[in-house]
T-cell receptor
Framework: TQLLEQSPQFLSIQEGENLTVYCNSS?????LQWYRQEPGEGPVLLVT?????EVKKLKRLTFQFGDARKDSSLHITAAQPGDTGLYLC???????????FGAGTTVTVRA | GAGVSQSPSNKVTEKGKDVELRCDPI?????LYWYRQSLGQGLEFLIY????????KSGLPSDRFSAERTGGSVSTLTIQRTQQEDSAVYLC????????????????FGSGTQLSVL
């Protein structure tokens, strides 16, 4: 059983549409990070959220950390083919030393 | 170097052989992590180094797996008597400081070693 559950597992949309990826857990996290990974490469950090209820925007990407710090979401507005990739959420619990990763959401944006 | 470097990028080996995977972290990064990523799965934590010491090795799947880090820099992950279930991408990451002290630490990942055990 994964500490962080991501949904959906796969998402295929048309260019210009919006999408949301969810990351849920029964555990409380000190912070939560989102990464994007492209084939043959390692994950690249997109954002870190640390405060319950926090919302961060990165161009067309909006990240939200749940009030109870147990869940997070990633929303992409007007998706583009360049947004295609594997999106991973990862959390660190209080006094922990490692990031625990979700299984990831594979996003495909069709031109 | 500018980023985390891993070698080899691909390794094909026969069942029962030993393999060594190498990771060169970003210069000055004190923390180093090894993760394993199987097809369709997320990243599975293996081991973490704080300097040259590994506070917790419990993430290693079996006693066939071992890792070391020397000089606070290069790390080697060794898998003895490889099995087909060891086939995966092995990812190394480094960070300037320790996650336990600052949750804003950023992990920088290498491109990984694709290990295939035939």
């Amino acid at each position: 059983t994964q500490l962080l559950e991501q949904s959906p597992q796969f998402l295929s949309i048309q260019e210009g549409e919006n999408l949301t990826v969810y990351c849920n857990s029964s555990s409380v996290f000190s912070s939560l990070q989102w990464y994007r990974q492209e084939p043959g490469e390692g994950p690249v950090l997109l954002v870190t959220v640390v405060t319950g209820g926090e919302v961060k925007k990165l161009k067309r990407l909006t990240f939200q950390f749940g009030d109870a710090r147990k869940d997070s979401s990633l929303h992409i507005t007007a998706a583009q083919p360049g947004d295609t990739g594997l999106y991973l959420c990862a959390g660190i619990r209080s006094n922990d030393y490692k990031l625990s990763f979700g299984a990831g959401t594979t996003v495909t944006v069709r031109a | 170097g500018a980023g985390v470097s891993q070698s080899p990028s691909n390794k094909v080996t026969e069942k029962g052989k030993d393999v060594e995977l190498r990771c060169d972290p970003i210069s000055g990064h004190t923390a180093l992590y090894w993760y394993r990523q199987s097809l369709g799965q997320g990243l599975e934590f293996l081991i973490y180094f704080q300097g040259n010491s590994a506070p917790d090795k419990s993430g290693l799947p079996s006693d066939r797996f071992s890792a070391e880090r020397t000089g606070g820099s290069v790390s080697t992950l060794t898998i003895q008597r490889t099995q087909q279930e060891d086939s995966a991408v092995y990812l190394c990451a480094s960070s300037l400081g320790f996650l336990v002290k600052s949750t804003n630490e950023k992990l920088f990942f290498g491109s990984g070693t694709q290990l295939s055990v035939l």
